[in-house]
């Protein structure tokens, strides 16, 4: 409403409202048409830096859609600047995930990973795919990925949100070091225990696995289940205000849906620190047994 004062809550609400992942991507392209250039996106990260500074976070990692500005015809570089400019105002420490979306194909996702390598001393940390993991299988974006790893780019990748546990190792075939929800790893008991000998942790969205379909009702959602097999676990907000979420919310829902203690939620939060792209790159090692309550 900021953006567009002439929206009604009632029409944000509506536009909001999504019963499956395709649904969800129909509205965030409705979202950004509202992001059209360097200040809009500096209000949207203003806004979110408040939020989270409002929540006593102290280290955040956003992620900034690189691949759908470049998409769109905007300026990169000087959203890039704008967005960096309000992290420079924030107590909220800040570093930046630049992500690329799955279905726009490797030559797109080259051009957000050399833009991210240009730029990783002014706190890039990261790249990233996205989008619809069901449309670009990973396979396709080895080279992507090895430039960005060459680059000095710590990696990630969106896998097992919506597909199964073969999208997942496909994206740690990339070098993914850290997994966008992979809850679909949940049906692989070898996927389980390498992403626990590795220390490869998944990053659950909770209230994002439910509004997308992800996962049809709390009771399905494998969170419990992935803890208890010793994944290590992260939680996160994904889109917080397209899912009217917060991270404070997110751990509320990990005690009161699925039972973990102060104890256990210390841990995952403590995960939020050991797994962080501020560290340097963790050594893979097939000896490592790690809990997600570990630390």
């Known amino acids: 409403m900021e953006l567009d004062p002439s929206l009604t809550p009632e029409e944000i609400a509506a536009r909001y409202r999504f019963a499956n992942f395709t649904e969800f991507i129909e509205s965030y392209k409705w979202v950004t048409n509202y992001l059209a250039g360097p200040a809009e996106f500096a209000l949207a990260a203003r806004r979110l830096l408040e939020r989270l500074a409002g ?11 690189a691949g759908v500005v470049l998409f769109r015809g905007r300026d990169l570089a000087a959203i890039w600047e704008a967005v960096r400019e309000e992290a420079r105002r924030s107590p909220v420490r800040t570093l930046w995930l630049f992500d690329a979306v799955r279905q726009f194909g490797p030559e797109a996702a080259m051009r957000v990973a050399e833009f991210a390598a240009a730029r990783i001393d002014e706190g890039i940390a990261a790249f ?3 989008g619809d993991e069901r449309l670009a299988p990973a396979e396709r974006f080895h080279d992507v990925f090895r ?4 680059s000095g780019l710590r990696v990630t990748a969106h896998a097992g949100e919506t597909s199964g546990p073969e999208s997942v190792w496909a994206a740690l075939k990339l070098g993914a070091e850290r997994i966008g929800h992979g809850i679909g790893s949940i049906h692989d008991p070898v996927l389980l225990r390498y992403l626990r000998e590795r220390e490869i942790p998944l990053e659950i969205c909770l209230t994002s696995n439910l509004a997308t379909g992800a996962v049809a009702s709390w009771d399905e959602h494998p969170i419990r289940r992935l803890y208890d097999a010793g994944v290590p676990i992260i939680l996160g907000s994904d889109d917080p205000a397209m899912f009217q979420t917060t991270l404070t919310r997110e751990f509320e829902l990990a005690a009161s849906r699925f039972g973990f203690s102060e104890e256990e939620l210390r841990g995952i939060a403590a995960n939020g620190f050991r797994y962080a792209f501020d560290h340097p790159r963790r050594l893979i090692s097939g000896s490592a047994n790690t809990s997600g309550s570990a630390e």
């Not at 430039?147 to 060459?150: C, I, M, N, T």
């Open 128 to 130: 990233g795919i996205g």
């Open 147 to 150: 430039f960005a790893r060459q």
């Open 55 to 65: 929540e006593n976070v102290s280290y955040a990692e956003i992620t900034l859609s």
